[in-house]
T-cell receptor, first 111, second 115 residues
Framework: TQLLEQSPQFLSIQEGENLTVYCNSSSVFSSLQWYRQEPGEGPVLLVTVVTGGEVKKLKRLTFQFGDARKDSSLHITAAQPGDTGLYLCAGSSSNTGKLIFGQGTTLQVKP | DAGVIQSPRHEVTEMGQEVTLRCKPISGHNSLFWYRQTMMRGLELLIYFNNNVPIDDSGMPEDRFSAKMPNASFSTLKIQPSEPRDSAVYFC?????????????FGDGTRLSIL
């Protein structure tokens, strides 16, 4: 059974701090996606990474796919209260579009 | 453009009743996914369709759950009979096709409470 483990599960920080969320697995994935979910809404895609070692930036967010395509990280620089939410990583190991989701990291950024 | 539309947004019913959740995917999307989200188990894939055909239903908990996609613009997830442990938020998502790097667009979910 493929599993994606996210850490930490909960993170509460002050505005302006930096943070990193990790997503790890013993399985190789064809691609890895990061989603952000706010209360009462569905997850919204932030980024998709497909190449080992790939780094993508989205404003203050930096996403990295591990060289072996088994892990990924999300780094947020100078966090803001608007970054508060549940961050989910999701991996696909086949060509079917089927995603395995991590348990999520709940981020709270206090002003 | 309209996103994925789910109904109802909230459902409260008594144990043993039949529950039907509905989903309208984004027009032109060929793949549709049903998920269940709970605090304990996170977001779990129940079943997904490609071109209206069920491809993988290995995540469906048991025979009480069934899903259909009679056409490209409508899908249902039915629970009969419902049990308290079915209480969760159920999401529907659609994507352009069943490729591994395609984004999935989620609806806002149905919050289901079985008393």
């Amino acid at each position: 059974t493929q599993l994606l483990e996210q850490s930490p599960q909960f993170l509460s920080i002050q505005e302006g701090e930096n943070l990193t969320v990790y997503c790890n697995s013993s399985s190789v994935f064809s691609s890895l996606q990061w989603y952000r979910q706010e209360p009462g809404e569905g997850p919204v895609l932030l980024v998709t990474v497909v190449t080992g070692g790939e780094v993508k930036k989205l404003k203050r967010l930096t996403f990295q796919f591990g060289d072996a395509r088994k892990d990924s990280s999300l780094h947020i620089t100078a966090a803001q209260p608007g970054d508060t939410g549940l961050y989910l990583c999701a991996g696909s190991s086949s060509n079917t579009g089927k995603l395995i989701f991590g348990q999520g990291t709940t981020l709270q950024v206090k002003p | 453009d309209a996103g994925v539309i789910q109904s109802p947004r909230h459902e409260v019913t008594e144990m043993g009743q039949e529950v039907t959740l509905r989903c309208k995917p984004i027009s032109g999307h060929n793949s549709l996914f049903w998920y269940r989200q709970t605090m304990m188990r996170g977001l779990e894939l129940l079943i997904y369709f490609n071109n209206n055909v069920p491809i993988d239903d290995s995540g469906m908990p048991e025979d009480r759950f069934s899903a259909k996609m009679p056409n490209a613009s409508f899908s249902t997830l039915k629970i009969q009979p419902s049990e308290p442990r079915d209480s969760a938020v159920y999401f529907c998502a659609s994507s352009p096709d069943a490729n591994y790097n395609q984004p999935q667009h989620f609806g806002d979910g149905t919050r289901l409470s079985i008393l």
